[in-house]
């Protein structure tokens, strides 16, 4: 702690640093919670600039929409708003006078009179010899910016804004559902969108340290004659909800659903395109849901709305929570399940605690283990070097692999809807997988390749999907990018991949997507199991597009031959008639 | 909580999952401790696979140990030794009676007679395939191994331990510096070798999850009559440390320092390469430390044992803590700061807590900020508008650039000295950047380049080091790479980049080092002061060399036209004999 802290000072001792020295054996030791955590290195959950801050926000937001929809089996209907707030708005918002510049030479970008004399001259020489170089043909350099234009400068404000028709949230839950980092509902065995399970928390930390607003959540539940209503931010030291209201309202059209508002700094300018590129691609893995995006400014010719319209009420299953396959846990885990399991002995344990251990096999298994070991002991009487033992014998025992049940993919039907509601191509295939497995995780994948179409470049255009969300960074050593450029002989299948105008779209599904790098934006090239099926569900596309290829192809042959025909025997006509 | 749950559940009412069917508005909220998320997510910190957990391991440990020697001026000394575990070894270490198998059929790699003689079967025909193009010289692709050799197979363990002549920890410490996540001593604003400050937990959790042994830790502080011995593991629910001894015992040799051990799956047949190197690079940056790497196993010519020699005595001055400047805080951090200052008023709170705000200059920021604000104002009464304020004028306002003091560079003598002991080049030059600053971070850019040496392959070979640790993965992104490939026209300094043997060193120090990617393995290439910083830095080497390389040619093209004079000579003299 300070010395001399004052009565102000949060109420745990955390932090702080001392001025004066050390005694050389004193404690050193700080704690940090779990929101300081991750206030320090945001960057691990995709809030890296304030650009990245803006694209990730979104995506927290829809992504935990389509999630809360789907799991009370609503077609998903999500609204997002991003609203750009200048400074004075921003200001008067928060109920500061906004202040004209008194003191000029406080600022960093003032310049002296003879500095700007300086710059304007530079600036003239330096159009000269742009001038020059242009009618010389030669290449021309931006001129460089200026000191006090460059990174710093003004903050850009938005009011991120998303609504949906989901299962809401129960109201004592919501304050420690946005204002307490590390607690959630998506820590089951499942497959989930999210990533850290984190979501929209980290948007309030974001808040929090750029804008210093709350956040503020409006929820209600199938049935509830009130809406919930709370405005809160995030003790971060402390890792708590500070509320600001939390109180139920009229709920008058018996609405469902939840609406989180947000106010942060971002860029809205170098992050437009990725945002625009997530909600399209969302809407091709997602033709069941409606999105309607709108970004809003004082400059009309700004603003953007794009309603991506529902398709199809074919919605994919509700992913299952399942239970850990033998092969895919580790020590850790097996405690952990020991310790929460209500059953009473190692049989009932192995048998119900796993998938695909049948009783009789569990018998088979617990007689391996050796002789201290029986069917009725106490599970919870393990000691360590028994659990090393069922660790061990469950790294080398064979298991069926677990079914893909529990698993909830996009669906052929629905994967082929969207390409063609949102690309409208000439041609396309579509594949879908049966489950596999790596490490005891079951995966789906599931492809389409597309040909033609609009806002599709010529070559190859890769979409990659994770648990049903658009992957849109680190293309390159993604398994997907790696497969399609390297491991597709686009020749065989009379493909052109440099002319023709490509689409392959590759959704992976599964209770553990094998991420790499940070904020998990893509899966690693290192599992054969999944670059295999990666590579077979492409080529199965490719295969059926390859047949309509050379139906066309030799229908136009036809054709030819018909109209060369035609015009022989009109040949013919003519030489008789002269 | 399980329903039934029993009474040796943790303490806490965690996670567990519930088989009855949840009631629609029923909480959904489960709670995660900072040391159950980093166990799920163990690959941010680095530990992504056995393999590179091993290799993580190393170096967390690694570097604790250097940060520790310097913190008390000491010249380190750091021995690290990894020993391979057999599995019979590992069960009789725990206490686990090595079984043999008896259910052979329940083994993922049994074979039935069936299996096998198919097998065999197919391996002969391959072989003739393969004797066949062998012949004609073809390729040959290796076979593929089957479906029990592959992934999981026999898990390797080792013992890792890393001794040093460091501070020390305090006796009372010791439990929650190994056994708590988030707890530590490197959460000051300094330069800092730790990454994230998770260091040997992550190795603690790692050792939960794979082999479930505790850490032990043998410590002693200057002066100090005992060595603290304590070993211990964590309770991952809670977060909390498990001690299983914590005691003191005698300390003869009035050793300082600390020895850590601990016990984790791995792979040294995959990462040895990269350990080596990881050593070899740590040497090069600091060559006033003496290392001893062993690897020991059964198989004696599996061995290593590397000394890599301290050569000199001049250490970098320990890197001071320091305060924020005021172009670098956010909200959040403003109002942290406020929270734990000892100052009362404003006026005192800008010029003490932040660098470069003297008196004057924090009365006239004080003067612009507005009318509501004047110097005396307690600095703890401030309305969030007003922090909001001082924020916005942070932002805008200009203010000396922090100085280099608070960091610590290798130095050039270092850096040349570490180039010439691990590589023997035929040519070096260096270059020591002076402080610069981004986003109100300073940073010292150094570099080297040499021409020839021992293991040093044709063409360009980088070597990164940020805050004096080797970056090893990651490469094609980093700041350094790029410049280096695409940047320097090697060339115009008559240097061939394709032929010639060139190492090229460059080390980034800072209070703030701009990582991306996962693990930290890479600086980015967005920061337009550090990469320019960097290019300069390795073309003022370029220059030196450049003179050295014009000597040298112009020194042998006189050698070759002495030699063709004294030739002519020769002949001359021969002429007159004859």
Redesign the interface.
Known sequence: M?????S???AEPK???TKTPRK???????????A??F?E?K??AGF?NPGKCLYTTVRELVENSLDSAESISELPLVEVTIEEIR?SQF?SM????D?E???E??????ETAKAREKRLAKEARAQETQAKNATLGKKVKEPSVSKGM???GE?SFYKVTCKDNGRGM?H??IP??FG?V????K??LKQTRGK??LGAKMAL?WS?????LPIEISSS????NYTSFCRLDID??RNIPHIHVHEKRDNMNRWHGAEIQVVIEGNWTTYRSKILHYMRQMAVITPYAQFLFKFVSDTPEKNVTIRFARRTDVMPPVPL?TKHHP?SV????I??LI????KQNLLQFLQHEFVNIPKAYAE??I????PEFNPKMPV?SLT??????IH?LF????FDDPSGDCLSPAGEYNLRLGIIKELHPDMVATYSGSAQVF?GHPFIVEAGVSVGGKDVKQGLNIFRFANRIPLLFEQ?ADVVTRTVLKRINWGSYKINHIQDRIGVFVSIVSTKIP????GKEYIGDDI?EISTAVKSAIQQCCIQLKSKIVKRMQAREQQERKRNLSISQMLQVLCMMF
Chains 1, 2 share one sequence.
């Not at 300070?2 to 004052?6: A, D, I, R, V």
């Not at 928060?94 to 006078?97: A, H, P, Q, T």
């Not at 310790?339 to 209500?342: D, K, R, Y």
């Open positions: 300070e010395t001399g802290g004052s102000e000072s949060p932090k702080g640093k050389p054996n004193e404690s050193l030791l700080k704690q940090k919670s779990p300081e955590f206030a290195n960057n691990i890296d400074k200001n928060i109920g500061l006078v202040r510049r008194v003191d030479e406080l600022y960093d970008d003032y460059k990174g710093r903050a129960p004592d839950d420690n559902m307490r590390l607690s959630g509902t820590y089951g850290f399970g930390i929090k340290m750029s804008t210093g539940m199938r049935g509830q971060i030291q929570e092969s580790d020590l850790l885990l405690k952990r310790a929460e399991t209500s088979r298994l007689g391996e283990m050796g919870k360590s070097q028994q659990i090393v033992r061990q790294r080398q025992a064979k490490e390159g991420f790499k790098g940070t054969t």
